[in-house]
């Protein structure tokens, strides 16, 4: 089977750059998608299933790591990930390991070649979804951030009061324009703080990313249904509203 891979590159040009590129020095690698942000990125993988992933390191939305955090925990993960990077030093410190493969920019020649070569020997003998949670460990490492702490409260204004939500009392959260709603059992409240940079401080057995916009406490799912396209939603104990999962998120209820 020929190799497959999707591009993720904020930059127009120098995405379009990459793709022209690797189809003149790997005329064999199928190029299913070129895209400009980490969202869409991994709309796309999940979409065409490729063999590699090229993420640039900063990307609107989702960084290239943050989308490869998401990757490595999917257990049907089959994609090599490839960290495209302008920071020679970043890149010498976090993946200078033999465990991960990164593109210097600028593109040149000879600095993809080297890259495809080293990519081809690995696509011969790497298991991609084992490759991809061991190199996030040691980015992790690399970078001083093995362990984050975890949110014990949710500080929100209500009115003229500063309330302190417990985290176990959250059912979810949901972007909302400028501010994420903080859904409970008995209110609402809002924070400027975005889901994004929420995501790091909240235990992931316990809290499900189920879309860009929401994150979702999993004890207080009640029911997951499925429409005839295979798409799900997400039902919430003691509320009437209900959440839709994106497809990047939909292997955490593979088995519901």
């Known amino acids: 089977m020929k190799p497959s891979a999707i591009i993720a590159e904020d930059e127009p040009v120098l995405r379009a750059q990459l793709v022209s590129k690797l189809n003149r020095l790997w005329p064999d690698l199928e190029i299913r998608a070129a895209v400009g942000d980490g969202d ?15 993420l640039d390191i900063q990307m609107p939305e989702l960084t290239g790591i943050e989308v490869a955090r998401r990757l490595a925990r999917d257990p ?13 030093q970043y890149a010498l410190e976090a993946f200078d390991t033999g465990a991960i493969d990164y593109l210097l920019k600028p593109y040149t020649d000879e600095r993809l070649s080297a890259t495809i070569q080293r990519l081809q020997a690995r696509l011969t003998e790497a298991n991609p979804a084992q490759d ?3 190199l996030m ?10 362990t984050a702490e975890r949110l014990r409260f949710i500080k929100a204004s209500v009115g003229d ?32 703080t975005p889901i994004r940079d929420l995501i790091d401080g909240l235990d992931p057995e316990n ?16 029911s997951v249904t499925r429409d005839e ?5 997400v039902h919430i104990k003691n509320r009437k509203e209900s ?8 292997y955490l209820f593979k088995q519901m």
């Open 40 to 54: 869409a990125a991994l709309e796309a993988i999940f979409e065409h299933r490729p063999t590699l992933a090229f």
């Open 76 to 88: 049907e993960a089959r994609c090599h990930v490839v960290f495209v990077t302008a920071y020679d």
């Open 132 to 134: 991809l949670q061991a």
């Open 137 to 146: 460990k040691k980015l992790a490492i690399s970078n001083g951030q093995q």
């Open 161 to 192: 009061k500063l309330r302190l939500i417990p985290i176990d009392e959250v059912l979810f959260f949901q972007a909302d324009e400028k501010y994420t709603l903080v859904a409970t059992t008995e209110s609402d409240a809002l924070i400027r």
């Open 207 to 222: 809290f499900w990313q189920i879309h860009r916009s929401a994150v979702v406490n999993a004890m207080s799912i009640n």
């Open 229 to 233: 396209r295979g798409q799900a939603t």
């Open 243 to 250: 959440l839709v999962v994106s497809r990047p998120y939909s």
